[in-house]
C-alpha cells in the first residue's frame, strides 16, 4: 500500500519513487510470504535475539507498548522489528517479485475462488504463527477480529446507509448473553442452569448454531429499534438506538437467570483463532457481497437521496430495516464470539464506552469502506493496546486523533472506497514483461 | 381505456389549495405537456400522480389499477417514470450505478443473492449493466459511465436522469423541465432525445416545460395551469392563441 502512493508522488523525490517502483509490482501474495517468513522467523530465532538485544522477551505488539512502558529500550526493540520483521518481508517480498506474480497469475488464472482461498490460508498461517509466541498476542488478535466484525457491520448503517446507530454493542450484548446462555445451559454443568443438557463432543459442532442464533436474536432487537425510527429520516435513530442501548443494559443487570450485574462466567473454550478467523472472513464476505449489489447500493442511493431512490423503484423503508437487521445480526455474532474469547460477559461491557470505541473505529477507518472498516478495527485495537500503559489518558489521546482525522479527512481515512478482491490478489505485473 | 387517467385530483397544502379538479387522459404513445407560470401547481401535479404527495380527492389509475394511497417506489413498479426538476442524483454513486439502480425492481436474486453471490445475481447484474450502457449510448453518455454524478456538467447531469428514469422501463414518463439550465444547443440535443426515445420506446410522455418551443414542437395537447386550475386545453396553435394563455404568460396588456 505504501508503495503505490509513494509512487503517486514520484516526481518529488527520485529515491522515494525508485523504492515505490520496486516494491509497487509485489502482489499481495508476495508480502504474505514475506510476512510468513517473518513470523518463523521470530519462532526460531526471536528469542535468542531479544535476549542478546537486551530484551526481557519478544516485544509483543511490535514494540508499540515497549515505547510507553520502558522507553530506555525503544532502540533495541525498533532493531528488533527491524531485524525480525521488516528486513525479512521487504527483502523477500522483493526477491520473489517474479514468481510471485508468476503465481498470482497462474492462481487467478485457474480460479478465482481457490486463489482466494490460499491467500486467506496464508494469511491465516501468518496470524497462527505470530499469535503461537504469546498467550497476549492471541487474545489481542482474537478481539482485533470480532471488532473488525463489529466495526465493519456498524459501517453498514452509519456509512453505507448513512443514518447515525448507537445501539451496535446493545446488538453484540444480545448476541453474547444469547450465545452464552445456549452453551452454558446446554453444554456445562453450571450453577446457574444446573446439569449439562447435551453430550460435551456434540458443542463445537452445535456452538455455530449458538451463535446464529445470537445473531438472530440481536436482529430481533433491531426490528425493535427500526420499526419506530425508520417511520422517518433525521436524528430519531439516533435518539431511540441510543435508549435501546441502555435498555438492553439495564434489562440484563436486572435479569438473575443469566447473572445479573454479575455477569455470565463458564462459557467453554470453543472460540478459538480457527473459528473466530472463518467468523471474520465470512462477516467480511457477506457485507462486502452485499454492498456490493444493486440491493446494497439501494442503501446508497437512499443515504443520498431518498425521494429519487423511492421514485425509481427501490422500496426504502424495507431496504433500510433489511440492511439495519442484518447489522445487527453481524454484531450479534461478533458478540456470541466475544464471550466466548473472555469465557465471561457482564452488562457493563456493553456500556458507552464500547459504543465510543466501535464508533471511532468506524470514522476513524473510513464511512462506506469495508476497507476503511478494517483499517480502522486493527489501528484502534493495536493503538488501543500500545495506550495501555496511559490508563485513563487513552481516552484523551484516542479522541484527540479522531479530531485530527475528522479534520484532515472528513470521511475517515479509506473512505468510499470499494473493496475488490479481484484487484486486490491480482498479479502486479503481466509475467516476462520488463520494466 | 387510457394508459393514465386522472379526475378531479385536488390537493391542500394546509388551507392552501394547490390543485383543483386536474382530470388528464394519457393514450398510449401520446405526448402530452403541461405548462404554466411558477408555482402554478405543475410540479405538484407529477408529485401528487407520483405518490409522493396524496391527492386529498380525487381518482388517478395507471392501465386501470389505482395508484392513490400507493408508495412511490410501487408506483414507479407499475411503470411510472419520472425525472425530477431540481436534479435528483445519488451524490456519491457513478452514472453507471444511478442507471443499473433504477433497475431495483427486476433484481429478483433476492437476499440470498445478495449476500453468496449466487449464479442468478451475477447474470442479473451483468444484464443491468448492459441495459444501462446501451441507455447511456442513447442519451449519448455512455462515455461517462464511471464518472461520478456529481463531476458531469449540469446538462449531461439531466441526461443521467433521463438515462436513470428509463432504465426503470416505464409505460409512461413524467419529465419535469428536463432542459432547465440547458443552453441552446443542449436544448436541442435534449429534444432529438426526447423524441427518439418516444420513438423507440412507443412511450408515453407528460411533459413539464417552460420553453415554450419545446413543448409547441413536442407535445400533440397542451394543458396550461394557472393557480391549480386548467384554464385551457388543446394543440399547441390553440394554446398559442388562447387570450387566457397570453394572459397568464404575458399580461393583460399584451392582448389589448
Known amino acids: 500500500m505504501e508503495a503505490t502512493s509513494s509512487e503517486l508522488s514520484a516526481p518529488e523525490s527520485g529515491l522515494k519513487s525508485k523504492i515505490g517502483r520496486l516494491f ?9 510470504f514475506g510476512a510468513l517468513v517473518a513470523v518463523i522467523l521470530e519462532q526460531i530465532v526471536g528469542m535468542p535475539l ?66 482466494v482461498l490460499i491467500h486467506l490460508v496464508l494469511l491465516y498461517a501468518i496470524l497462527h504463527i505470530w499469535a503461537e509466541v504469546s498467550d497476549y498476542r492471541l487474545l489481542i488478535l482474537k478481539f482485533t477480529l470480532i471488532a473488525i466484525m463489529v466495526t465493519v457491520s456498524l459501517n453498514v448503517i452509519n456509512g453505507y446507509m448513512g443514518e447515525f446507530s448507537c445501539s451496535h454493542p446493545g446488538f453484540m450484548a444480545l448476541g453474547a448473553y444469547t450465545a452464552s446462555v445456549f452453551t452454558v445451559s446446554l453444554f456445562v454443568n453450571d450453577s446457574l442452569f444446573g446439569q449439562a443438557l447435551l453430550p460435551s463432543f456434540l458443542g463445537p459442532f452445535l456452538f455455530p448454531l449458538g451463535l446464529i442464533l445470537g445473531g438472530c436474536v440481536a436482529s430481533l432487537g433491531a426490528l425493535l429499534v427500526a420499526i419506530p425510527s425508520f417511520k422517518t429520516r433525521g436524528d430519531y435513530l439516533a435518539i431511540i438506538s441510543l435508549a435501546f442501548l441502555f435498555i438492553v443494559k439495564s434489562l440484563i443487570e436486572n435479569l438473575e437467570f443469566v447473572g445479573g450485574p454479575r455477569g455470565l462466567s463458564s462459557q467453554p473454550d470453543w472460540a478459538n483463532l480457527p473459528i473466530v478467523f472463518a467468523w471474520t472472513v465470512a462477516c467480511i464476505w457477506i457485507i462486502n457481497n452485499f454492498v456490493r449489489s444493486t440491493l446494497g447500493k439501494a442503501l446508497n442511493a437512499v443515504r443520498d437521496e431518498e425521494t429519487a431512490a423511492n421514485a425509481m423503484t427501490v422500496n426504502t423503508r424495507r431496504t433500510k430495516m433489511v440492511a439495519f437487521m442484518f447489522a445487527a445480526f453481524w454484531a450479534g455474532v461478533a458478540g456470541g464470539l466475544f464471550a466466548h474469547v473472555l469465557r ?27 476497507y476503511g472498516s478494517i483499517v480502522g478495527a486493527v489501528s484502534l485495537s493495536i493503538l488501543g493496546e500500545a495506550l495501555r500503559p496511559l490508563e485513563l489518558f487513552k481516552w484523551i489521546v484516542i479522541p484527540l486523533l479522531l479530531i485530527l482525522v475528522m479534520i484532515f479527512r472528513p470521511t475517515g481515512l479509506i473512505a468510499f472506497k470499494e473493496f475488490n478482491v479481484k484487484k486486490l490478489i491480482r498479479p502486479k505485473q503481466s509475467p516476462g514483461k520488463e520494466v | 381505456m387510457s394508459l393514465l387517467q386522472v379526475e378531479k385530483m385536488t390537493h391542500y397544502f394546509g388551507g392552501l389549495r394547490a390543485v383543483h379538479n386536474y382530470d388528464i387522459h394519457i393514450e398510449p404513445g401520446q405526448i402530452r405537456g403541461l405548462i404554466g407560470p411558477n408555482g402554478a401547481g405543475k410540479t405538484t401535479i407529477f408529485n401528487l400522480i407520483t405518490g409522493i404527495h396524496q391527492p386529498t380527492e380525487g381518482v388517478v389509475s395507471l392501465e386501470g389499477k389505482n395508484l392513490v394511497g400507493l408508495q412511490p417506489y410501487q ?30 425492481s427486476r433484481m429478483t ?101 417552460h420553453r415554450l418551443k419545446l413543448v409547441m414542437e413536442l407535445c400533440e395537447e397542451i394543458q396550461t395551469l394557472v393557480f391549480g386550475e386548467v384554464i385551457a386545453e388543446g394543440t399547441p396553435e390553440e394554446i398559442q392563441n388562447n387570450p387566457k394563455v397570453i394572459d397568464a404568460y404575458l399580461g393583460k396588456e399584451a392582448i389589448d
Open chain 1, 344 to 370: 465471561y460477559v457482564n452488562p457493563t461491557t456493553f456500556g458507552i464506552q464500547k459504543l465510543a470505541e466501535v464508533l471511532a473505529m468506524v470514522y476513524f477507518g473510513g464511512l462506506n469502506s469495508v
Open chain 2, 109 to 209: 436474486y433476492g437476499l440470498v443473492g445478495a449476500f453468496f453471490g449466487t449464479a442468478k445475481r451475477k447474470r442479473q447484474e451483468t444484464e443491468a449493466e448492459e441495459k444501462a450502457y446501451r441507455l447511456l449510448e442513447l442519451v449519448g453518455i455512455s462515455g461517462l459511465a464511471n464518472q461520478n454524478v456529481l463531476n458531469l456538467p449540469y446538462g449531461d447531469q439531466r441526461r443521467v436522469e433521463m438515462a436513470r428514469a428509463l432504465a426503470m422501463e416505464p409505460k409512461i414518463l413524467f419529465l419535469d423541465e428536463p432542459t432547465a439550465g440547458m443552453n441552446p444547443e443542449e436544448l436541442l440535443q435534449m429534444m432529438e432525445i426526447i423524441r427518439q426515445v418516444h420513438k423507440e420506446f412507443g412511450l408515453a410522455i407528460l411533459l413539464i416545460e
Open chain 1, 50 to 115: 531479544a535476549l542478546a538485544l537486551g530484551l526481557p522477551k519478544i516485544p509483543v505488539l511490535f514494540g508499540f507498548v515497549t515505547v510507553l512502558k520502558k522507553p530506555m529500550l525503544v532502540p533495541s526493540t525498533m532493531l528488533f522489528v527491524l531485524l525480525i520483521y521488516f528486513l525479512p518481508i521487504v527483502i523477500i517480498a522483493r526477491l520473489s517479485l517474479e514468481p510471485a506474480n508468476r503465481l498470482a497469475e497462474k492462481l487467478i488464472n485457474f480460479s478465482m475462488e481457490g486463489s
Open chain 1, 24 to 32: 509497487s509490482r509485489v502482489p499481495i501474495i508476495g508480502w504474505l
Open chain 2, 75 to 104: 408506483i414507479a413498479s407499475a411503470g411510472l417514470g419520472r425525472t425530477f426538476q431540481n436534479l435528483l442524483l445519488w451524490r456519491h454513486m457513478s452514472v453507471l450505478d444511478h442507471v443499473i439502480m433504477a433497475q431495483y
